[in-house]
């Protein structure tokens, strides 16, 4: 087994000096309990600062870095603790952004019930999202990105298949820039609030995007469909049910 790893989808681009970042950050903070990754991700374009890197919750999730024996303790991949309310309490306390938070914790929620419909999960940042945030984790996020999305296509799955929306926009093709070197470091680990609430603003999609998703969500739950679902897969679905209803029926008449 290995003591620590870099993780980089196909998707990811990274920079030069992405790589001999993570391996500092994996040397300096490998005692640290609270910290769980090394992220190469930063939206923010145009973050200024002394230091070269601070620390967040956010989840910030192409390309990063990590340690197994922390991956093994903290990583939740099942959300098989999502069930503890204290927890999830502490999940909602950790955000300074209540729509964010809100949003979120709504993602996790309906991962968790497409597991027990399906027996299968769709990805593991959501995972990752929920074991940062339950544990009161912290992750470490560069000055300058180092990682571009190039995923940004018809064949896209979760990337997203075009620039003209929002949320694929804010998140890919973000330009990357090299880090200087040697590295400036913080005196200690603690969350910049300044940049955690620039990273909230642009994470969280626009209000009327949230509040439909949560509407979209109970509504689903209602109807004890999976909230995976698109309303286009439910509305054939339910055509396809009326039909053999129809069906049925006109046999019974004859």
Not at 12 to 36: A, D, G, H, I, Q
């Amino acid at each position: 087994r290995e003591e620590k790893a870099i993780f980089l989808e196909d998707d990811n681009l990274p920079e030069t000096s992405f790589f001999r970042y993570v391996s500092e950050m994996l040397e300096k903070y490998k005692t640290v309990p609270e910290v769980f990754w090394i992220c190469g991700t930063n939206y923010i374009t145009d973050m200024n600062g002394k230091e070269s890197y601070t620390f967040t919750q956010h989840l910030l999730p192409c390309g990063w870095a990590s340690w197994s024996n922390k991956f093994l303790k903290y990583y939740d991949g099942d959300l098989s603790t999502f069930c503890d309310k204290s927890l999830r309490r502490k999940f909602h306390r950790s955000y300074s952004n209540k729509w964010l938070a809100c949003w979120q914790y709504q993602m996790v929620s309906n991962e968790v019930e497409r597991y027990k419909k399906t027996g299968r999960f769709i990805s593991w940042d959501y995972q990752m999202l929920w074991s940062l945030r339950s544990n009161g984790l912290y992750g470490i996020v560069p000055l300058r990105n180092q990682i571009t999305n190039i995923g940004v296509d018809e064949f896209s799955i979760h990337g997203g298949n075009s620039k003209n929306n929002v949320m694929t926009d804010r998140f890919c093709e973000v330009p990357s820039k090299q880090l200087d070197f040697p590295l400036a470091h913080p005196n200690g680990v603690a969350i910049n609030m300044s940049v955690e609430r620039q990273l909230a603003d642009i994470i969280c999609p626009p209000r009327t995007v949230v509040i439909k998703s949560l509407l979209s969500s109970k509504l689903k739950r209602l109807m004890k469909k999976d909230t995976a679902m698109s309303w286009k897969q439910i509305f054939r679905e339910l055509r396809g049910q009326q039909r053999e209803t129809d069906y049925n029926h006109n046999n019974r008449l004859l």
